[in-house]
């Protein structure tokens, strides 16, 4: 039971280009999130979704865009990479909405 | 979702008990109150919750007051390992698709520092 896990661990990307990240869970969640979060701050909340096939938007989706194919998986893609998207990007799942949350390790970008 | 207020920083001699308080004072009676920990460039930790009775796990022990507007995680014998920012998060009942689901679950929380 390896919970939630993330790839890559650490990517650089220049200005312009694009990535995807990955989010896998194996507890049989319904519910995942995307969060961001910045150097000595806390997390802010991307993108959620709510069922396979279901995405909605968080508080700050812009630049983001989402997908949930299958139920275990939640993909963050950035279509065209900002300096201003370098953060730490933590997926997390629940069983129900909003409650207690695992969490991934996370991913670490840079955007040069 | 209530709004959340806790302190920037404590500090707690190892072994001591570390008690971490928050308000949250327009808390909402369908709402929970959830502590989470980010121990340093790991991704956060639930510790505890509870609605109106105070609650304990082999983690640590939430408090609520009477009234429900503030409350105080205890960690009763606080280690070396124990240092991280504490979130405390205040959050609809379950399958209640809060108005403001789409909002931030996580201010900016206290970082607590055992020292030996």
């Known amino acids: 039971n390896a919970g939630v896990t993330q790839t890559p661990k650490f990517r650089v990307l220049k200005t312009g280009q694009s990535m995807t990240l990955l989010c896998a869970q194996d507890m049989n969640h319904e519910y995942m999130y995307w969060y961001r979060q910045d150097p000595g701050m806390g997390l802010r909340l991307i993108h959620y979704?709510?069922?396979?096939?279901?995405?909605a938007k968080g508080e700050v989706p812009d630049g983001y865009n989402v997908s949930r194919l299958k139920k275990q998986n939640f993909l963050l893609g950035l279509e065209s990479a900002a300096p201003s998207q370098t953060s730490v990007y933590f997926c997390?799942?629940?069983?129900?909405?909003?409650?207690?949350?695992?969490f991934g390790p996370g991913t670490r970008l840079l955007v040069l | 979702d209530a709004k959340t207020t806790q302190p920037p920083s404590m500090d707690c001699a190892e072994g001591r008990a570390a008690n971490l308080p928050c308000n949250h004072s327009?808390?909402?009676?369908?709402?929970?109150v959830y502590w989470y920990r980010q121990i340093h460039s790991q991704g956060p930790q639930y510790i505890i919750h509870?609605?109106?009775n105070n609650e304990t796990n082999e983690m640590a022990s939430l408090i609520i007051t009477e009234d429900r507007k503030s409350s105080t995680l205890i960690l009763p014998h606080a280690t070396l390992r124990d240092t991280a920012v504490y979130y405390c998060i205040v959050r609809v009942a379950s399958g209640v698709l809060s108005t403001n689901a789409g909002k931030s679950t996580f201010g900016d929380g206290t970082t607590l520092t055992v020292k030996p």
């Open positions: 997390a799942s629940s069983y129900e909405f909003q409650e207690t949350q695992y």
């Open positions: 327009t808390i909402s009676g369908n709402e929970y």
């Open positions: 509870g609605l109106k």
């Open positions: 979704s709510v069922g396979e096939g279901t995405t």
